[in-house]
């Protein structure tokens, strides 16, 4: 009834986590155990921690939550049918054509709502992830009916509508965010406030850009908040190593203004003043280098 326990399934990842970490420490000791290197098993069991980091980073950052949204989906689907008063003697538990109606009058409902309070960003987020967890249902849904069923043309319905939904409120969401956050990392007080208020708005961009990555307006806005903050973040790094100079540290002035001219020169972005940050920050080095080298 209740199936696998959740700590069991968590242990048995945990425990094939733990086989192939071991798998990889041994095979990599082999390898390099060829009498050439000193400590073959210290590279081993980095591998091994590496390979241990990799297996929970993808459980928690993938399987939880996609069992997340599906386990969302399901709690919701069975809130519609109690509503609906549908959970007599001998209902089957299935998603009826009656359930999916009242799903996606509830999106709808919620969708409405959160065009009246347009400069929030919170309802259009709600609004996406029931459109997830429709979509997440409705997925698994089909793959039980038979073919031929009227569900399916209306379940087809209610995922364009779905799909729609999605797309409109996650772009506002992102760009209601990008917008706020933005207006935050400007009026921030700090270096510090302005980068990680731009770092919020860059990650609700990013998100939306994962579901649209042909969307111009957030690959736009995407590429404006990443040379945000490098600016900040050079601007920030210039001043600490203008300070270390007065105060006479200037070998800690000279690795700052260095780290800086890397970030900048790695940075992919746009970055119009690049010549003139580049100019400086070597103009810097050079005077630094003749006394710490």
């Not at 939904?165 to 706020?180: D, V």
Request: glycine letters at 6%; hydrophobic letters at 40%; a positive charge.
């Amino acid at each position: 009834m209740g199936g696998i326990p959740k700590f069991l399934k968590a242990a048995t990842y945990y425990l094939v986590t733990l086989i192939i970490s071991a798998l990889v420490f041994v095979l990599v000791a082999s390898w390099l155990n060829d009498g050439v290197d000193e400590a073959p098993w210290l590279v081993a069991l980095i591998c091994a921690l590496a390979a241990a980091a990799a297996f929970v980073l993808f459980r928690e950052f993938f399987l939880r939550p996609r069992k997340a949204r599906s386990v969302a989906a399901r709690k919701l689907s069975s809130r519609v049918m109690a509503a609906n008063g549908r959970r007599s003697n001998g209902d089957t538990g299935k998603f009826s054509l009656r359930h999916n109606e009242e799903y996606l009058r509830e999106i709808k409902k919620k969708s409405e709502a959160a065009n009246v309070l347009g400069k929030f960003a919170d309802p259009h987020k709600e609004v996406y992830e029931m459109c997830e967890s429709y979509i997440e249902l409705i997925t698994s849904e089909l793959d039980r009916v038979r073919v031929g069923s009227p569900r399916i043309p209306a379940f087809r319905k209610g995922t364009k509508f779905a799909s729609e939904r999605h797309r409109f409120h996650m772009l506002k969401w992102a760009e209601i965010s990008s917008r706020s956050f933005s207006n935050e990392a400007r009026a921030g007080q700090s270096a510090k406030e302005k980068i990680d208020a731009a770092e919020h708005a860059l990650r609700a961009v990013e998100k939306a850009v994962g579901s649209y990555p042909d969307e111009p307006a957030l690959t736009e806005s995407r590429s404006l908040l990443e040379t945000f903050i490098l600016t900040a973040r050079v601007g920030d790094s210039i001043e600490a190593a203008e300070m270390d100079a007065r105060s006479g540290n200037g070998r800690a002035a000279l690795d700052r203004y260095r780290m800086v001219l890397n970030e900048v020169d790695r940075f992919g972005g746009d970055l119009p003043e690049r010549p003139l940050i580049r100019d400086r920050l070597v103009l810097e080095i050079e005077k630094l280098s003749e006394y710490y080298g």
